[in-house]
């Protein structure tokens, strides 16, 4: 079956400094991946996807290549502010007339001044 | 209009209690998912319903009942639940081929 898996958290960093959190999985097939992000008493918001091998998403100066040889999805940016304080999924789906989110553990991000 | 909405934002019930979470979008999207979310863990899907039927229900305990009146609703139906049911109720919604789904901000349930 397909699994996510995240380095644990809490992830506590000063501003400004470089975040990495860890990703990979185990799919059948050639699955999506996505990072969700959700703030405190949120819901989810998507953050970034890949859909292809070697494609790399970004947004909100974060990003993450599909590395299909490692199967990771690693998630990173270079400067983290005090508002990207949140807990980060990672995740993956593979498509049909549903999809079917399968969710890293997900980890929180706590950025200090 | 690029949200779903969550009424209400927080619901406090007994355990003898009936009481419904709606959940409602207009982008068009022709599916619609509920998932629980418990403190410091992942969403975990409930139900997902394509074209207004259910088309996956994850062993959910019949006491939560899902409903689709239409393409735009989506409700979930709440009865007998137990103390162990509170959590985060997270409404989703997607176009049918594409995997993006747009999440509403949740209706944070407790069970007394």
């Known amino acids: 079956g397909n699994s996510v898996t995240q380095m644990e958290g809490p992830v506590t960093l000063s501003e400004e400094a470089f975040l990495t959190i860890n990703c990979t999985y185990t799919a059948t097939g050639y699955p999506s991946l996505f990072w969700y992000v959700q703030y405190p008493g949120e819901g989810l918001q998507l953050l970034l996807k890949a859909t292809k091998a070697d494609d790399k998403g970004s947004n909100k100066g974060f990003e993450a290549t599909y590395r299909k040889e490692t199967t990771s999805f690693h998630l990173e940016k270079g400067s983290v502010q005090v508002s990207d304080s949140a807990v980060y999924f990672c995740a993956l789906s593979t498509a049909g007339t549903a999809s079917k989110l399968t969710f890293g553990t997900g980890t929180r991000l706590q950025v200090t001044l | 209009d690029t949200e779903v909405t969550q009424t209400p934002k927080h619901l406090v019930m007994g355990m003898t209690n009936k009481k419904s979470l709606k959940c409602e979008q207009h982008?068009?999207?022709?599916?619609m998912y509920w998932y629980k979310q418990k403190a410091k863990k992942p969403p975990e899907l409930m139900f997902v319903?394509?074209?207004?039927?259910?088309?996956i229900n994850e062993s959910v305990p019949s006491r939560f009942s899902p409903e689709c009146p239409n393409s735009s609703l989506l409700n979930l139906h709440l009865h007998a639940l137990q103390p162990e049911d509170s959590a985060l109720y997270l409404c989703?919604?997607?176009?049918?081929?594409?995997?993006?789904?747009?999440f509403g901000a949740g209706s944070r349930l407790t069970v007394l």
């Open positions: 319903y394509s074209y207004e039927k259910l088309s």
């Open positions: 982008m068009g999207h022709r599916a």
């Open positions: 989703a919604s997607s176009q049918l081929r594409a995997n993006v789904l747009t």
